[in-house]
Nanobody
Framework: QVRLVESGGGSVRAGGSLTLVCAAA?????????VAWFRQAPGKEREFVAA????????YYADSVKGRFTISRDNGKNLVYLEMNGLKPEDTAVYYC?????????????????WGQGTQVTVSS
């Protein structure tokens, strides 16, 4: 089974940067998987942020973060990063790493079957 652990959250001022890390704590490698970042603010629906096709490296971004966030991978360490620059208060949320086998809708949280515990990102004005 794939188990995911996120880290790197924290509190920053608007315009600041954070890099989140998703690690496969146990189980098989990410081969043939899509790995994604989602976020959820209180009272809001879980929202797609970015995804990466592990085998091909193709990336996908929500319009709200395009040009500010970068998703990347470290093949040797089974890590996925989310570099966040130019953070805005509206980026404040719990950020989750998620994974699934390739195929299906990659932007909808309901299609992902493996989830991390979440890491809090807070951006102040």
């Amino acid at each position: 089974q794939v188990r995911l652990v996120e880290s790197g959250g924290g509190s920053v001022r608007a315009g600041g940067s954070l890099t989140l890390v998703c690690a496969a704590a146990s189980g098989r490698a990410f081969n043939s998987y899509v790995v994604a970042w989602f976020r959820q603010a209180p009272g809001k629906e879980r929202e797609f942020v970015a995804a990466i096709d592990w085998s091909g490296g193709e990336t996908y971004y929500a319009d709200s973060v395009k040009g500010r966030f970068t998703i990347s991978r470290d093949n040797g360490k089974n890590l996925v990063y989310l570099e966040m620059n130019g953070l805005k208060p509206e980026d404040t949320a719990v950020y989750y790493c998620a994974a699934k086998e390739m195929g299906g809708d990659y932007i909808y949280y309901g299609t992902y079957v493996y989830w991390g515990q979440g890491t809090q990102v807070t951006v102040s004005s």
